[in-house]
């Protein structure tokens, strides 16, 4: 009996060695792997993928979490509209294979657009980014009355960034789009006045994805302005 217990001891100190022993596999921290540097015209940019471990992933463990984000520089002198794309072998924890974004970007800044999460496993098969210049000025705009349509669009402070909000941040942004037939959401949209904040820019294009419209007539270029004001007790 005392041999019996005596062997159990030993086996639970050496199990207690053993988990007491570093971990000796590497483990994730973070990789860039390039994109590379495009020029449009006056439209210069340049990006690459980042991918860091982090503790937000919706499924994976904290160990095995990984954030994937496309990091973009205006490379020019003017103000940018850019479109990220992010495609993935498979099903990232929020379900897709393929992540877009829209983005404004002044003049020498750099932003960095979350894309996907995932395990470290999970590497992007492909990845890029398009830009084009906001323009400077544009053409009075006029639509016949057969194709005024209709359209509905979320209140601008719910997209309305907290940091430009802290900043008081505030103006007005117009975007054109078009509809494609039978579809009741907005296509190619494009920033063509700024608000002169970047982040502001850039939140109308998030309101875009969520404005739907009735009766409005393919191929014809519509303009919607977004008004961010800042609410003050009366």
Known sequence: MLRRLATVFLALVANQAGAAEPDTEPRFTQETIPGGMREFGEVKWSYHLHRA?????????????VRNA????????????CHAVLEQPRKDDNGRKHAENDV??????????S??????????SMFNVSCEAIPATIEPY???????????????????PDGAKRRGEEGDVVFEYSVKKRSELLHDVRVVVSSGFQDLDT???ALSKSVSVRKQCPGKRYRMKV???IARPV
Not at 53 to 65: I, M, R
Not at 115 to 124: C, D, E, I, R
């Open 53 to 65: 471990a982090t503790l937000v992933c919706p499924k994976s463990p904290a160990g095995d979490c």
């Open 70 to 81: 496309l990091d973009v520089r205006n490379e020019s002198t003017i103000p940018i509209q």
């Open 104 to 113: 404004v970007i002044f003049a020498g800044n750099r932003v960095k657009l």
């Open 115 to 124: 894309m996907s999460y995932g395990p470290v496993a999970l590497v992007p």
């Open 142 to 160: 006029s639509m016949t009355p057969e194709c005024f349509g209709l359209a509905y669009a979320p209140p601008p402070e719910d997209f309305y």
């Open 203 to 205: 939140a109308a294009l």
């Open 227 to 229: 008004r961010f004001v």
